[in-house]
């Protein structure tokens, strides 16, 4: 059984580094909109969120409550204007967490750049002239100034762009809309119910998989096909490993000393929590959405299968107790019947559960690794020690080890009908090289000259994770079928949030009754869509 990390001496080391990076590296993200089969997202509004691509897994970020423009021009740091967008009152995106699951600054902390890395595309041409609109989820970088610190780091090499920011709370639904006309911005962060076969209809082309794979991770969640040939359409703003965030003291004060290995062992150390504590077990944020949506960024743990997401092209019954789907809705199911999540679920507030699990009265919630620093930053906030908050990987093993899938947040991408696509193409470029955002996040660099894994991670490190990567090769068809079928496990928390109102009596059913209907939407999209 692997053991909880509870040594105070590297706890302390972990709270010495957060609070030493605080000042320049304020998470803050989501999970928005969806996950995909396959990539990762992040993080939202007012935290950090991660949303993703089409078909990925991953597990988004939060968002914010409004929609705002912010512009930044000439390297100097301008006001930012707020104007209200048309964000809807759903969950936003961010992600991200979340995945769950933001345009170019989506996740990320106040835009630093001594933390950007010296080599790699984006150094900079004084030549390059235009104005860019990027599109974010990160609403909250708006109201911190966050946006403009980039875009401030961006002009001292691109002094003649213009940087304008579109901060979109409802990012995966909105922006979705508006790619039914040509106006979704310069760059965006490509919604994950965009079907990777349309790739070429709305984005431009980045470079060739070939030559890209070189220099990038996760270049086959942005082809057409999910290959490793072909054009590239974007770029993954960072990627994330998905997981329990977790409260080290509740987990303790609780008598629990090692980590879950199945499902039935979490949910007896979610009893025992709850029995033995005052914090509420497993918190689902229900209310936003998107954070109960992200699990099914966990696709590819439970089974420890790298082909999780290809094999849902063809099966008629994904929604089985014996797969990765129907794993991952039994865990909320049995969280809801089993009383360990909040008491009523359609009261939750995203932004005031960090502070509620830094501060012990949450044990854990599903997001990925994007969310630690945010936590972290809540505990410092609360005057809580912030290496009490840890990762936790999800209760099964293969071969005695867990597995934890990592994957992109969003990926970025360039409007094909933009007027400024080479001003747009030097943002990503500096973007993803030069900005120092991943580090910032405490996330995993898109970048493969960047190795090392984020201080976020090291829990997951200690007890030998197996990190793993889903195939891509049939995540176009999937997320065909999960749009046809109007299941949306990757797109929507609506299955999981129905599966939560029945565990706990709010709704009529049961969970075999869930299934069958799910496998009948999802076998008829099968066939209609061809897996």
């Known amino acids: 059984m692997a053991k909880l990390i509870q040594d105070r001496a590297g706890a302390d080391g972990v709270g010495r580094a957060h609070r030493r990076t605080a000042g320049r590296a304020r998470m803050l993200r989501l999970m928005a909109c969806g996950l995909a089969a396959g990539l990762t997202l992040a993080a939202c509004g007012g935290g950090t969120s991660s949303g993703g691509s089409s078909s990925s897994s991953s597990t988004s970020s939060d968002t914010s409550t409004s929609s705002a423009d912010t512009s930044s021009s000439g390297g100097a740091s301008s ?86 920011f579109q901060a979109i709370t409802d990012y995966a639904g909105e922006v979705k809309t508006r790619m039914n006309t040509e106006n979704y ?6 919604p994950p119910a965009i079907s990777r076969t349309d790739y070429p209809k709305f984005f431009e082309p980045l470079g060739d998989a070939a030559d890209l794979s070189k220099q990038y991770k996760w270049t086959n969640t942005a082809t057409a096909d999910g290959s490793e040939k072909g054009p590239v359409f974007g770029l993954a703003t960072f990627g994330n ?22 499902q039935d062992q979490l949910m007896t150390d979610l009893e025992a929590m709850k029995a033995k504590t005052k914090a509420v077990p497993l918190y689902t944020n229900y209310k936003d959405g998107w954070p109960l949506q992200g699990y099914s960024g966990a696709l590819g743990s439970p089974t420890c299968s790298t082909d999780a997401n290809a094999e849902m092209a063809s099966d008629n019954a994904p929604f089985s107790a014996d797969k990765g789907p129907g794993l991952i809705y039994t865990l909320i199911f049995n969280a809801a019947k089993n009383k360990v999540i909040e008491p009523d679920p359609t009261t939750t507030n995203w932004e005031n559960s960090k502070t509620l699990l830094a501060t012990g009265k949450i044990g854990a919630m599903w997001l990925g690794s994007w969310a630690v620093n945010q936590m972290r930053d809540a505990a410092t906030k609360a005057g809580t020690d912030p290496a009490d908050i840890g990762m936790m990987p999800w209760p099964a093993q293969k071969d005695g080890k867990f597995c934890a899938v990592t994957g992109p947040d969003y990926n970025e991408a360039i409007n094909i009908h933009s007027k400024s696509k080479e001003a747009a193409r030097a943002w990503i470029d500096w973007f993803t090289n030069r900005s120092g955002y991943a580090k910032d996040v405490g996330s995993i660099p898109t970048a493969k000259s960047s190795t090392e894994m984020p201080d976020t991670l090291a829990d997951f490190t200690k007890v030998g994770v197996n990190y793993i990567e889903l195939a891509q090769n049939k995540a176009g068809t999937v997320t065909k079928i999960d749009n046809e079928s109007e299941v949306g496990f990757f797109s929507s928390p609506n299955s999981a949030q129905k599966l939560v109102d029945i565990g706990r009596g709010a709704a009529p059913g049961t969970l075999d009754s869930v299934f069958k209907d799910l496998n009948s939407k999802w076998a008829d999209a099968v066939s209609t869509v061809g897996g």
């Open 241 to 262: 490993a998905n997981g329990f965030v977790y409260s080290k003291k509740v987990w303790k004060e609780a008598g629990l000393t090692d980590y879950p290995t199945t």
């Open 185 to 190: 911005g310069d760059v965006l962060l490509i």
């Open 79 to 164: 006001a930012a204007d707020t104007s209200s967008s048309g964000g809807a009152s759903s969950a936003a995106d961010t992600s991200s967490g979340g995945s769950a699951g933001s345009s170019a600054v989506m996740s990320g902390s106040s835009g630093s750049s001594d933390t950007a890395p010296a080599s790699g595309p984006g150094g900079g041409d004084a030549n390059v002239s235009g104005s860019i609109t990027v599109l974010t989820n990160r609403t909250d970088l708006k109201q911190n100034g966050g946006l403009d610190k980039y875009a401030a780091a961006f002009n001292k090499l691109y002094p003649k762009v213009k940087v304008s």
